[in-house]
Nanobody, 115 residues
Framework: QVQVVESGGGLVQPGGSLRLSCAASGITFSRYAMGWYRQAPGKQRELVASITSGGSANYTDSVKGRFTIARDNAKNTVYLIMNSLKPDDTAVYYC?????????WGQGTQVTVSS
């Protein structure tokens, strides 16, 4: 049984930092490309950051220089380190694991940036 579980969300003030974690089980984690998506109220889900099985990372323009995606294959975990958070970063953040036609999602974790 495949499980993808996010954690680490919460309420943070503008300019603050959070680290999201996503633990995957039931898959050969090292083979999967991993991604962090987010969905704000009334908006479409968007890709925030992704990392290939080889460790190459990509970011959407709005988070470049502020967010970092990293993976630890020994722990079957991918992280999203978020710095200099802005109110516009408020959303539910979802983790995605993808390999060929296989595609798995977590349940999401809420991130709220507010003073």
């Amino acid at each position: 049984q495949v499980q993808v579980v996010e954690s680490g969300g919460g309420l943070v003030q503008p300019g603050g930092s959070l680290r999201l974690s996503c633990a995957a089980s039931g898959i050969t984690f090292s083979r999967y490309a991993m991604g962090w998506y987010r969905q704000a109220p009334g908006k479409q889900r968007e890709l925030v950051a992704s990392i290939t099985s080889g460790g190459s990372a990509n970011y959407t323009d709005s988070v470049k220089g502020r967010f970092t995606i990293a993976r630890d294959n020994a722990k079957n975990t991918v992280y999203l380190i978020m710095n200099s958070l802005k109110p516009d970063d408020t959303a539910v953040y979802y983790c995605n694991a993808q390999f060929k036609w296989l595609d798995y999602w977590g349940q999401g974790t809420q991130v709220t940036v507010s003073s």
